[in-house]
């Protein structure tokens, strides 16, 4: 997939620091578009960024700013072109690979608990579904689902952000109509992947492939007896009091209010894509959060919250990444340098309709920008990147 593709791995960060973050968050409005702590004002780079990012086409941007002073969140453009609202405060979006760090941590937590080996084969917990094409789930192990180092191929054709599934079709192909109406389950997805031969050997490096994260909520499913979705909510979402992300039910094709419009670019016009059925997505990309929630995800998943100590520092260990030469990708965690200097860990998000962009800087300082449209070249993508990278450093 290309960087502007969805369920993609954006240009991420984050790297945690400071305790006592879970419980901030009083927020004073500021005037429309606009909200912050006395303690925190807007910074105009800020302000700027956001106004970059709607200078080169897209509707609206938001950033939320999560510190041990407060919360704050920074607006631009707007969230409905039809009735010209801003994205509101507290905003339900679509949080694509993001979803990822949520399953992360799941498996590891499993991990800890003796219940799943990092280096075991995917074979001892999927029997006989990683097969076909010359893919093998003896020879790949539960590290390499996590790390992207498994050489399994993509179910997603280049990441499209659309879909059909004709017969005869391997990837699923652009047809943007279906994907508003059509269902998927996990186990079709990871046929579809089957029916292609790997990328490359197991192990021999990093290719960003959403197969392996739905194959990783299997996996949850069948250590658990129990949906992945349950086991998220059960494990992070309830005891982080993330009263704002969910899975969506299957069948849920919208978004819990308030909440701006999402828009795609389907051949040169701009088209609402906020109604659909995220089920392609699954595990690997289907969640929905607040950018004040994805915040403090991140904030307790590096402070320690979720994991123990050894199974944090797995997550954390990073090897070569194919998206970003620059970056480094662990067990479902990106970490990059900034601009400034400042180290940042965390993951993002690209699906039909929304990018998010979210991480946490070594000083506590938790950053989340959405985009209520899904770039569609790497020159808009870049400037969005441009813009996370000044608000970080700006924060």
Not at 206 to 226: C, D, F, K, P
Not at 254 to 261: A, D, I, K
Not at 309 to 330: H, I, K, N, W
Request: aromatic share 6%; charged share 20%.
């Amino acid at each position: 997939m290309q960087l502007n593709t969805i369920l993609s791995s954006k240009p991420l960060r984050a790297f945690a620091a400071g305790t006592g973050l879970l419980a901030l968050l009083a927020v004073t409005a500021c005037g429309p578009g606009q909200s912050a702590t006395a303690a925190q004002p807007d910074r105009p780079e800020i302000r700027q960024a956001l106004e970059s990012i709607v200078q080169a086409g897209f509707p609206g941007a938001q950033a939320v700013i999560t510190t041990a002073d407060g919360e704050r969140t920074v607006t631009a453009g707007v969230g409905d072109i039809d009735t010209g609202a801003p994205i509101p405060d507290r905003a339900y979006v679509r949080i694509g690979s993001n979803t990822k760090s949520f399953v992360a941590s799941v498996v590891l937590q499993l991990v800890a608990e003796g219940k799943v080996e990092l280096d075991a084969p995917v074979e001892r917990y999927l029997p006989g579904v990683v097969q076909g094409s010359g893919n093998d789930g003896h020879r790949i192990t539960v590290r390499q689902l996590l790390q992207h180092t498994s050489g399994l191929p993509d179910y997603l054709a280049g990441g499209d952000p659309s879909l059909r599934a004709e017969a005869g079709t391997q990837q699923i192909e652009p047809n943007p109509e279906v994907i508003r109406l059509r269902h998927y389950s996990p186990t079709e997805l990871v046929r579809i992947a089957m029916t292609m031969p790997p990328r490359h050997e197991p192990g021999a490096r990093s290719v960003y492939t959403n197969t392996n994260y739905i194959l990783l909520g299997m996996l949850i499913e069948q250590v658990t007896a129990r949906p992945a979705a349950t086991e998220i909510a059960t494990r992070i979402i309830e005891p982080l009091g993330l009263r704002d992300t969910y899975f969506p039910a299957s069948g849920d094709i919208g978004l819990r209010t308030p909440h701006p419009r999402g828009y795609q670019d389907i051949d040169g016009a701009r088209v609402d894509f906020t109604e659909f059925d995220p089920s392609w997505g699954d595990t690997a990309g289907a969640m929905i959060a607040t950018g004040s929630d994805l915040n403090r995800f991140f904030i307790a998943l590096l402070d320690g919250e979720l994991l123990p100590p050894a199974q944090l520092e797995q997550m954390r260990r990073t090897v070569p990444f194919d998206r970003m030469p620059s970056a480094g990708y662990g067990l479902g965690l990106v970490e990059q340098t900034t601009s400034c200097g400042k180290k940042a860990v965390a993951h993002g998000g690209s699906i039909p309709g929304f990018d998010t962009r979210t991480g946490v800087t070594a000083d506590g300082v938790a950053i989340t920008i959405t985009v209520n449209e899904l770039p569609n070249n790497e020159a808009k993508a870049a400037v969005v990147e441009k813009a996370f990278d000044t608000v970080v450093c700006a924060s």
